[in-house]
């Protein structure tokens, strides 16, 4: 262990290579069989706010120094730490595999994964409603219209909505103005990264774009945005009954997408 900072040297998580930087930071790590540290905390670094243990810097795995550019980010993050038992389970700490993600993968191939997020309006799960029956109809309408609204009114992109599950093609000039709005969200700066792999995160995990960017921006809160992102399975379930094991894997989601919402909301410098 180094004696300047933690260093992650011992696999704490999965990151950087040839992988897909955004779903390593979904991907379940080996945890450490002992907790090596009594006190973790935020406090201020180069750049933003530090984690440290036992006043150790925490680094990612590809030894950048792990700094959040906000204190409440951080303290989020300092937070999974120190919730940690007597071994450390980094499938408990989204924020900090995220953060990881955003630092060692996003930073370095921002443009395609803002391609990537884009890509989802033109396929977007709130653009392909249901027919019937009745009751689903209008559940999807009451979570998704004002999804809709809100990419055209305040973001000028006009999606065509269809019945059913096959494909319509999205005007050129909405799926323009979505991308343009992304690059706009993103921004430039030490917490661009940040942003987008929160971004990312959230769309792939809701299979919205539209709905991502509404919690990006604040206009949906992330509990609000994830029953409108799961109004199908919801109905379902009211039908059929609920699936324990399904359930249990959707509050994983939730956990990450939560913490995707966060560090959105926590990535402007303060």
């Not at 540290?37 to 120094?65: H, W």
Request: charge should be negative; charged fraction near 25%.
């Amino acid at each position: 262990m180094s004696k300047e900072s933690t260093g992650l040297d011992a696999d704490f998580f999965v990151s950087g290579g040839e992988r897909d930087p955004v779903k390593a930071a979904r991907e379940p790590a080996r945890p450490l069989p002992k907790r090596f540290y009594k006190e973790a905390v935020a406090a201020p670094a180069e750049g933003g706010y530090g984690i440290f243990l036992d006043g150790r810097p925490v680094n990612t795995p590809a030894r950048r120094p792990l700094v959040a550019p906000s204190q409440p980010l951080a303290e989020a993050i300092a937070a999974e730490w120190a919730k940690q038992g007597e071994t450390i389970d980094p499938a408990t700490m989204p924020l900090t595999k995220l953060m990881n993600t955003a630092l060692d993968g996003v930073a370095a191939q921002m443009a395609e994964v803002e391609a990537e997020v884009a890509k989802y309006a033109a396929s977007d799960l709130i653009c392909y409603r249901a027919g019937a029956p009745e009751g689903l109809a209008a559940a999807q309408s009451l979570a998704w219209d004002p999804l809709v609204a809100f990419a055209r009114e305040k973001l000028g992109a006009k999606l065509a909505l269809a019945e059913g599950v096959i494909f319509i093609e999205q005007p050129q000039e909405a799926l323009d103005a979505f991308a343009r709005a992304v690059r706009d969200y993103v921004g430039e700066g030490a917490g661009a990264p940040l942003r987008l792999a929160a971004l990312h995160v959230m769309t792939t995990l809701s299979g919205s774009a539209v709905l991502a960017l509404a919690a990006a921006r604040h206009e949906i809160d992330a509990g609000k945005a994830w029953e409108a992102a799961n109004v199908d399975e919801d109905w379902q379930m009211r039908a059929w009954g609920e699936d324990a094991d399904a359930m249990a894997r959707r509050s994983v989601r939730f956990q990450e997408f939560e913490a995707a919402a966060t560090v959105a909301r926590h990535s402007t410098p303060d």
